[in-house]
């Protein structure tokens, strides 16, 4: 798994830039995602950079305009790892459960 991946999300503004751009039916400019967020453009592309080093946006030129395009393939990776621990606690509370019920017949 890419730990850029980690990198990139672990900041709450990137998973907002995540979330825009997927929810957005056609990629963003740069200028859009400003607009949504209280900080200077300059900052965004700093998180864009970030993003992209992780692979989850790439960025082409057209004009003036910078447009964003969202991957979230590279989330898929970090779904199925978690989904280990997901599995894992799971069945721990599962078994806590159990544990917990037994103990009130008994008492």
């Known amino acids: ?3 850029l991946v980690f990198k990139a999300i672990a900041d709450k503004t990137r998973r907002d830039i995540v979330a825009l751009l997927g929810a957005s039916s056609t990629p963003l400019t740069i200028k859009q995602i400003t607009w ?4 200077s453009r ?7 950079d970030i993003l992209a080093q992780a692979s989850l946006v790439e960025t082409q030129s057209v004009g003036r305009d910078t447009l964003v395009y969202v991957d979230l393939r590279p989330l898929k990776d970090l779904d199925q790892w978690l989904d280990n621990y997901r599995q894992f606690w799971s069945h721990k509370l599962l078994d806590l459960d159990d544990y917990l019920t037994q103990r009130s017949k008994d008492n």
């Open 42 to 48: 300059q900052a965004i592309r700093k998180h864009l």
């Open 36 to 39: 949504e967020f209280d900080m």
């Open 1 to 3: 798994m890419n730990e």
